[in-house]
């Protein structure tokens, strides 16, 4: 197997892979899985992380470094456990790091750290985004310089606990033959710290233009989006969590609606899949995760990436995880 599709590092267990390129390097900002012992559950109990460690690569054929830790949940104040998957966004000199985490009532939200520098340390705001919940938040900062935050992810992350717009432990799930809870969205706020407006549902729509329904399962969102732009279309991509798919869908707004276009990566070795997607050097690439590195263990899990090719359509080519 090349150099790619390999663990970036071993040191650690990562997860869930931000990529971006700053400066002509190349920055990732997984999580960090802790290596414990426990059983997993559907309410994702197993993924006990508590820091961020940011990876680097001076370009895509370096080798990859582990820059210690950037943030401990002890220095945010109100986080009670689970720093989950994050992003990071640069704006006028400064790097802002997005976080979900549980607070001490047991709700997920999402927090923002700052730095100067792209590896930190990073220092957190005391308190969470107002207005924000649920879990991998990721942002867009377009070319007119506005930042667009995703988030949301289902069961473990909550997302259908708050269709009413409060978070109810009770909520029930949503019709299996009624539309899928979409992801959520809202415009960042010029500071980058708050919302400018509370958070809306992406539509993410089939062939024929109507809403992809809570079965299925193929298709529908279930986590980890992601936002990239390639010849002035909106690429939201994102994870069926169930059925272990990295899908994407296309539109013309950064809110969308998004229409359905296919698969980009098949299932990997583990429970989740969560990835992103970033241009260097004119090549596109693909940062991911699987469970390699702990023979299969699903909260253990390593960071690899590999090349992303897009048809002449604007379609992209589906990857085969352990193929070449």
């Known amino acids: ?41 559907d309410n994702g109990d197993q993924y006990a ?26 220095d945010v104040p109100w986080v009670d ?64 310089g506005t930042g667009y935050i995703y988030f949301g992810g289902l ?12 978070f109810n432990p009770n909520e029930p799930d949503p019709d299996v033959n009624g539309p899928a809870i979409g992801p959520r969205v809202a415009t960042l706020s ?9 958070p809306s549902e992406i539509q993410i729509l089939d062939e024929n233009g109507e809403p ?3 079965s299925d399962e193929d298709r529908r969102y279930f986590e980890g989006p992601w936002m990239h732009k390639y010849n002035g279309k909106y690429y939201f991509s994102y994870s069926t969590g169930t059925t272990h798919y990295i899908v994407y869908a ?18 990997v070795l583990g429970w989740t899949t969560h990835h992103s997607i970033v241009e260097y050097q004119g090549k596109w690439y ?13 909260h253990k899990r390593c960071v690899k990436f590999t090349e992303l090719k897009y048809n002449e359509d604007g379609t992209i080519q589906t990857i085969k995880p352990y193929e070449e």
């Open 81 to 144: 456990k689970q720093m989950w998957a994050p992003d990071v966004a640069y704006k006028n000199g400064t790097y802002y790091l997005y976080f979900p985490a549980r607070d001490k009532k047991g709700e997920f939200h999402i927090g923002v750290a700052t730095s100067k520098n792209p590896v930190g340390p990073f220092k957190a705001e005391e308190n969470y985004i107002p207005g924000s919940y649920s879990i991998d938040p990721c942002v867009l900062m377009d070319d007119d």
């Open 250 to 267: 296309v539109g013309d707004s950064p809110k969308g609606p998004f229409t359905y276009k296919g698969r980009i990566l098949e299932p």
């Open 212 to 214: 992809l329904k809570a």
């Open 190 to 198: 010029d500071d980058m710290l708050t919302f400018k407006e509370g």
């Open 286 to 298: 693909l940062f991911y995760h699987d469970c390699e590195l702990s023979n299969g263990v699903n």
């Open 1 to 41: 197997m090349s150099k790619q599709r390999k663990p970036l590092v071993t040191n650690i267990f990562t997860a869930d892979p931000s990529a971006h390129v700053f400066d002509g390097k190349i920055y990732i900002y997984p999580s960090h899985d802790l290596a414990h012992e426990c059983e997993d559950n």
């Open 49 to 74: 992380m508590e820091d961020y460690h940011i990876l680097s690569m001076d370009d895509i054929d370096a080798p990859c470094v582990d820059n210690g830790e950037a943030l401990h949940m002890k």
């Open 155 to 166: 069961w473990g992350g909550q997302l259908e606990k708050w269709q009413s717009g409060s």
